[in-house]
């Protein structure tokens, strides 16, 4: 017997999402976590206890779960072996190697985004960096960081690629929080952005490229001066 539906009983799909919260509980939780790792109140190495934490934000485990996969998704967590989810360690090692990540597949997306960049990608960039120099949240100003990239690259045709870069982004937060709590690193920043910017506006491609290379080279100098290095690799006390 063919499947028959009560069309008068159907709602538009524009209908119902306007029931729908802005964020979910699970968001919502992973925002407060998010915003006390970068801040400093949950440390590096801290066990984070899921029974615990349900009870302290009132709500039932599922959705604390769920914000924890968000988190290890953002690099922020991880599993450990007889401890459970920690927060995840900082380290020099880590922040060069999503520097060179990072830098080397935005190479490949601005050679693709220049050519097609507007005045208006570049006008939002400009509008979104100078809302970042006063922005003091810093799970804000590292949404704001990609927001200002993002209107730069928006264009360039490569869904994936774009995806991809999004997803580093959001790992490399915790450090753009470090680098922005330290005055010298937090000026190297915005010069960096404010360089990448005035290229774009000239849709100079060899300055854009020259720009990145240079965060490439100077970005893990300042990382080993601001974080530790990894305990497994850290010289031996004599």
């Keep these: ?5 009560n069309k008068s009983r159907m709602r538009p799909a524009q209908t119902v999402a306007r029931t729908l919260p802005r964020k979910s509980l699970a968001q919502q939780v992973a925002d407060q976590m998010r915003s006390a790792i970068f801040d400093g109140r949950l440390r590096s190495g801290a066990t984070l206890r899921q029974s615990a934490l349900a009870r302290d934000f009132g709500i039932s485990v599922i959705p604390l779960r769920e914000a924890l996969c968000q988190l290890e998704g953002e690099g922020l967590v991880r599993h450990q072996s007889h401890r459970g989810v920690v927060v995840a360690d900082m380290n020099v090692e880590d922040v060069e190697e999503l520097i060179q990540i990072s830098t080397t597949l935005e190479q490949l997306a601005f ?3 220049i050519p ?3 005045d208006a990608d570049v006008s939002e960039a400009e509008a979104t960096l100078k809302a ?3 922005e003091r949240d810093l799970g ?3 949404e704001q960081a990609w927001s200002m990239r993002r209107a730069l690259l928006q264009h360039m045709q490569s869904p994936r690629l774009l995806q991809m870069i999004e997803n580093l982004s959001k790992n490399n937060r915790r450090y753009l929080a470090v680098f922005y709590n330290d005055p010298a690193a937090r000026k190297w920043l915005f010069g960096q952005w404010a360089k990448l910017i005035q ?3 000239r849709r100079d491609l060899a300055a ?3 720009n990145i290379a240079k965060a490439q080279r100077e970005g893990p100098v300042i990382a080993r001066r601001v974080l530790p290095r990894r305990e497994s690799s ?3 006390k004599s």
């Design 1 to 5: 017997m063919p499947i028959t539906y």
């Design 111 to 113: 050679r693709r985004a």
């Design 116 to 118: 097609r960049i507007t």
């Design 132 to 134: 970042l120099r006063t």
């Design 140 to 142: 804000a100003f590292g």
């Design 199 to 201: 290229a774009a506006r």
């Design 208 to 210: 854009v490229l020259k």
């Design 234 to 236: 850290a010289e031996p």
